[in-house]
């Protein structure tokens, strides 16, 4: 049911279904007076959505920031791997898709050549409403064989299907395995912040690497504060489904 009702979130959380709803509100309404309102209200919504720096800006303050080789420990015993960066609903399924967010990925895959982890746990089911028998886990492992990791570094966890099962059932390996004591967790740099709860809530203490920024330096050029762009509706999307997600994992105690 929860799974359920955080695609229905997603959805309500749309910033162009807000567009739309003020749009469909100014069309119905027979005052004047109430449709300029509305139709204002549309156009200041899609100034603020489509507004490159606003969203920079509040991607900057949520996302949390790179960490420095140098700040993490030696050598851990694992990078925490988790997914939601490739599609496995996209055939034919004789190659792996990969969408944003794959420097997870390679962020993982740098830790280990170089040499500041021994092993790379791979956490991740499907995100489909429905489990499919086919893993986002299983998809980069593939890729991480293709770099040449050997199945003696890889451990996979492919029965999560969310962030809260992410932390779960890494705990319930490392519970099993020891010797995986000092960890490393690579996310999006968006969702770190989330993932970081859930794994802290766990009784897991992992140090942060967020990876995927989404963000830009600010800049003081005019196409960064004034040209709108339709990839900042995307990007308010994205942050506020991260947003409500930490709000409702709050709330339910699962950070």
């Given at each position: 049911?929860?799974?359920?009702?955080?695609?229905?979130?997603?959805?309500?959380?749309?910033?162009?279904?807000?567009l739309?709803?003020?749009?469909?509100a100014?069309?119905?309404t027979?005052?004047?007076?109430?449709?300029?309102a509305?139709?204002?209200?549309?156009?200041?919504?899609?100034?603020?959505?489509?507004?490159?720096?606003?969203?920079n800006?509040?991607?900057?303050?949520?996302?949390?920031?790179?960490?420095?080789?140098r700040?993490?420990?030696?050598?851990?015993d694992?990078?925490?791997?988790?997914?939601?960066?490739?599609?496995v609903s996209?055939s034919?399924?004789?190659r792996?898709?990969?969408?944003e967010?794959?420097?997870?990925?390679?962020?993982?895959?740098?830790l280990?050549?170089?040499?500041?982890?021994?092993?790379?746990?791979?956490?991740?089911?499907?995100g489909?409403?429905?489990?499919?028998?086919?893993?986002?886990?299983?998809?980069?492992?593939?890729?991480?064989?293709?770099?040449?990791v050997?199945?003696?570094?890889?451990?996979?966890?492919?029965?999560?299907?969310?962030?809260?099962?992410?932390?779960?059932?890494?705990?319930?390996?490392?519970?099993?395995?020891?010797e995986?004591?000092?960890?490393?967790?690579?996310?999006?740099?968006?969702?770190?912040?989330?993932?970081?709860?859930?794994?802290t809530?766990?009784?897991?203490?992992?140090?942060?690497?967020?990876?995927?920024?989404?963000?830009?330096?600010?800049?003081?050029?005019p196409?960064?504060?004034?040209?709108?762009?339709?990839e900042?509706?995307?990007?308010?999307?994205?942050?506020?489904?991260?947003?409500?997600?930490?709000?409702?994992?709050?709330?339910?105690?699962?950070l």
């Amino acid at each position: 049911m929860f799974f359920l009702l955080s695609k229905l979130l997603d959805f309500l959380l749309l910033p162009v279904l807000w567009l739309m709803v003020l749009l469909l509100a100014a069309w119905l309404t027979r005052r004047p007076a109430r449709r300029r309102a509305w139709l204002l209200a549309a156009l200041a919504l899609l100034v603020v959505s489509t507004n490159t720096a606003l969203v920079n800006e509040a991607l900057l303050a949520w996302e949390l920031p790179p960490v420095r080789l140098r700040e993490l420990p030696a050598r851990a015993d694992a990078a925490v791997l988790l997914t939601g960066i490739t599609s496995v609903s996209k055939s034919p399924h004789d190659r792996v898709y990969l969408h944003e967010g794959a420097d997870r990925l390679t962020n993982a895959l740098w830790l280990w050549r170089a040499g500041r982890v021994r092993h790379i746990l791979v956490s991740g089911g499907s995100g489909a409403m429905l489990q499919k028998a086919h893993t986002e886990a299983a998809d980069l492992i593939t890729l991480l064989h293709l770099a040449g990791v050997p199945d003696s570094v890889i451990i996979k966890e492919d029965q999560s299907r969310n962030t809260r099962e992410n932390a779960l059932f890494t705990q319930r390996i490392v519970q099993a395995r020891p010797e995986l004591d000092t960890l490393i967790l690579v996310t999006s740099a968006f969702h770190q912040r989330r993932a970081l709860g859930c794994f802290t809530k766990a009784g897991l203490q992992p140090h942060p690497f967020p990876a995927g920024f989404l963000t830009s330096d600010r800049a003081a050029t005019p196409d960064y504060w004034l040209v709108p762009s339709a990839e900042a509706l995307s990007r308010w999307s994205l942050l506020l489904h991260e947003m409500s997600g930490y709000v409702v994992y709050k709330v339910l105690g699962y950070l």
